[in-house]
């Protein structure tokens, strides 16, 4: 069997033959991917060799296409994220790894300890966040003054953490917000009885399907991180009632979220979203929705036929040119914030909202409003081209 054949078998002496390749690799050799795409006669031959040569390296599936795509702008990011981190946990031999990045490119083997650490890091933090909910405050970070010490000290959580899964069904509670967390570490399955869980303000790109099977989940915010899409299986929280995902990068988000028939409050502003699914109007529980500062030039009439509890709808600075008519069947519905829109007109039904106390609409290109608006106790119309000489009347009823 000659090296090329042992590179692509299943045994494990393949395994170390792909190991050894992976020490010596450059990241000039990355470019044998597209190659070899090119090359594959057939679909299940590129798989194959496609999933040979991905085993190299133990990464998520963002991070190998991250990497596959552009060598230099993954060790970028990877940098990045390595010097948000508090300086008293990034060892001397780390800070020396960033310094070298600064001189050149570096190798593949070193790029992979530099991400490997992030991973041990991160696993740290999410220690000590569980430490402290079990009231044992431990020095985690403690004499950690390498690389390997962190990795060393990573896999000890790992081995604790299976060891002492009966101890982890106590934990309700989790925040690990503010951490400058790039991963979440695969042991959070084993909270299986979290009901808040706060990750806010760290560094994540993805979130983990596993997520979604934290089935007691009551309050969950991923809010003011790098996230550009969230997976399906967060529609399977169905006990969940506050969502917050926030200043993200989410250009969309699944149509499985209809699914959260336990919702209250669903915050999705300043993100790049350009449509939301029709299944939100499933979401009959939900009493607040927030989606200000997006890319939205459309609703899904859906969003006014289905949720019978809302209260606050947030529309503010989108591409709305209209909105649909149905949203004046939103019975319970108090506040909307349509203002920084590029609204021509308003639909008559508005009218019909009868809980309705605050409407802004100010900041669009109106030229007339339905006249039942006027009693409102607060309405914004401020920079519209409008004239109150041409408010639109009630039609009149045909005489008898």
């Known amino acids: 069997m000659n090296l090329c054949s042992l590179f692509f078998s299943n045994n494990d002496l393949g395994a170390v033959v792909r190991e050894n390749l992976f020490q010596s690799m450059e990241p000039s050799d990355l470019a044998i991917i597209p190659q070899i795409q090119s090359s594959t006669k057939g679909i299940s031959e590129f798989r194959m060799i496609w999933s040979r040569i991905a085993s190299l390296f133990d990464y998520s599936i963002d991070e190998k296409k991250s990497l596959f795509r552009n060598y230099n702008d993954f060790v970028k990011d990877l940098v990045l994220k390595i010097n948000k981190f508090p300086e008293d946990q990034v060892p001397s031999d780390i800070l020396d790894a960033l310094d070298q990045c600064k001189e050149g ?60 899964r009966e101890l982890l069904k106590k934990i309700e509670v989790l925040k690990l917000n503010n951490q400058q967390l790039a991963s979440i570490p695969e042991e959070l399955r084993f909270l299986v009885n979290l009901r808040i869980l706060f990750l806010h303000g760290n560094q994540l790109t993805n979130i983990p399907e596993e997520l979604g099977k934290l089935s007691n989940l009551v309050r969950l915010s991923i809010s003011s991180n790098f996230l550009t899409e969230i997976p399906d299986e967060l529609g399977d929280l169905l006990n969940l009632k506050w969502l ?37 109007g499933q979401l009959s ?70 809980k309705l106390k605050r409407l802004y609409l100010d900041h669009n290109r109106l030229t007339v409003i339905p006249e039942k608006l006027k009693r409102l106790q607060v309405l914004t119309l401020d920079n519209n081209p409008l004239s109150s000489a041409l408010l639109i009347s009630e039609p009149k009823r045909p005489c008898s």
């Open 285 to 354: 529980q939900l009493k607040t929705l927030r989606m200000e500062s997006n890319q939205l030039d459309s609703l899904p009439k859906e969003l006014g036929e289905g949720l019978p509890s809302l209260k606050v709808l947030s529309l503010k600075s989108n591409l709305l040119e209209s909105i649909p008519q149905e949203l004046g069947l939103l019975p319970n519905l108090e506040s909307l914030n349509l203002s920084q829109n590029s609204l021509i007109s308003i639909p008559e039904e508005l009218g019909q909202l009868s």
């Open 105 to 164: 490119t570096p190798s593949i083997k070193q790029t992979n300890r530099l991400r490997k650490f992030v991973r041990a890091r991160d696993a740290l933090v999410f220690w000590r966040g569980i430490a402290k909910q079990l009231g044992r405050e431990e020095g985690i970070f403690e004499s950690l003054d390498s690389a390997d010490a962190y990795l060393s000290k990573a896999k000890e959580f790992a081995f604790w953490m299976n060891k002492n």
């Open 244 to 280: 917050s995902i926030h200043n993200n990068r989410l250009k969309g988000i699944p149509a499985a979220l209809g699914k959260l028939s336990s919702l209250e409050r669903l915050s999705l502003q300043n993100n790049d979203l350009v449509s939301v699914p029709k299944e939100l």
